[in-house]
């Protein structure tokens, strides 16, 4: 093993990325069943990295997330009943690995310089916004940065490496969050079983976020666990139980007419394709794998006339409310009597340089 000195940590280079949130609109759960998704990148939260040169390689622990201090063994004990055993500096070390040794395979030489990171988050926890995602693909964009290499890793292959980083650590996913998050604005996504197992990636289109009607977001301050939404579904489309199979080939189908209708700007189509994508997930997973919170905040929203559908896997919905700023009004006095929180969605346009536009196949 190597043990001689690293270089000297160049002074004032300190790179940092935010990556923000993610909503899937149409399509999902289908992107891990060779379907087709529309998500977009959502401004109301986000993820940064820090990436600081310096003599070790560290992994700095965040102050919240990363807690190791407590009060007493009550504190220790509500802490991990409330926020679980993991923060981000797993996510952090895990991508670190997962892109070196991707660079190994691909003959993508690295210095040997070393780095600090760190991390900051205010996506809410298990509210399917993709929070952990975004932090590791801010890693990455930092890695890439740092030591130079953004020319030399395909746009397309980066939400791959983002994806096993996450799946290194168990972490359920799949690719719809992460391509939203490396392009930012909105992205017509096909995952067809040929085109995956040819390529190593997936069909990802971007589309003009001005083409989207004013959309709201609600979710809830201490949502259900949305990790726990895949399991026996999963299990009954790997069997080829018939209706599973039939029921996700039509979510795939929403997205690809959802993107039509979002070109032709026919919205009264895009609310009902929003209401479907729900109803079909709920008759495939059931009442009790969703969670009478998610359900509830799906139709707080409808009982005023308004579409809604999970983000994610659940803790958090987007609402379309066709009549405008009216409804609106109806569902913020709704959710603030049901204890949810409301917000308009903010969509980021796509954050794509010219360095990462000219890897981008065709």
């Keep these: 093993m190597d043990e001689s000195p690293s270089p000297s940590p160049r002074k004032g280079n300190e790179i940092e ?90 003959n993508i030489e690295l210095s040997k310089e070393n780095f600090t990171l760190s991390y900051d988050t205010n996506i809410p926890r298990q509210t399917g916004l993709s929070g952990s995602s975004a932090i590791v693909c801010a890693a990455l964009n930092c890695l890439l940065d740092f030591y130079k290499v953004r020319h030399l890793v395909k746009v ?23 391509v939203a998050q490396v392009y930012g604005g909105l992205v017509y996504m096909d995952f067809t079983k040929d085109h995956l197992e040819k390529f190593g990636h997936g069909v990802y289109t971007p589309m003009d976020i001005s083409l989207l009607p004013p959309l709201q977001l609600i979710y809830a301050e201490n949502p259900s666990d949305s990790g726990k939404v895949h399991s026996t579904v999963r299990k ?63 139709e707080v929203a409808r009982r005023v006339g308004a579409a809604s559908k999970f983000t994610g896997s659940g803790g958090a919905v987007v609402v379309f409310c066709p009549d405008g700023p009216s409804q609106v009004k109806l569902l913020e006095d709704a959710c603030e009597e049901a204890g949810f929180v409301i917000q308009p969605v903010k969509v980021v346009p796509s954050y794509l340089n010219e360095d990462d536009l000219k890897t981008l196949s065709g």
């Design 17 to 106: 990325h935010k990556v923000y949130a993610r909503a899937g609109l149409l399509g999902n759960p289908s992107d891990v069943y060779y379907g087709r998704t529309i998500s977009f990148s959502l401004a109301n939260f986000w993820a940064t990295v820090k990436l600081q040169p310096s003599h070790h390689l560290i992994i700095t622990p965040h102050p919240t997330h990363d807690l190791v201090q407590f009060s007493g063994l009550d504190h220790l004990v509500k802490r991990l009943q409330s926020e679980g055993y993991y923060g981000g500096v797993r996510l952090l070390m895990s991508i670190c690995k997962i892109f070196y040794n991707y660079c190994n395979e691909n």
């Design 156 to 178: 397309e292959i980066r939400p791959d490496l983002i994806l096993s980083a996450e799946k290194e650590l168990g972490i359920i996913a799949g690719l719809q969050d992460r």
């Design 236 to 298: 009954r489309w790997l069997d080829g139980d018939e209706f599973i199979v039939s029921s996700m080939v039509e979510v795939a189908d929403l997205a690809l007419q959802g993107q039509t209708a979002i070109l032709e700007k026919d919205y009264s189509k895009l609310a009902d394709l929003m209401n479907r994508n729900f109803d079909l997930r709920r008759s495939m997973f059931g009442d009790d794998a969703l969670g009478s919170l998610n359900i509830e905040m799906v």
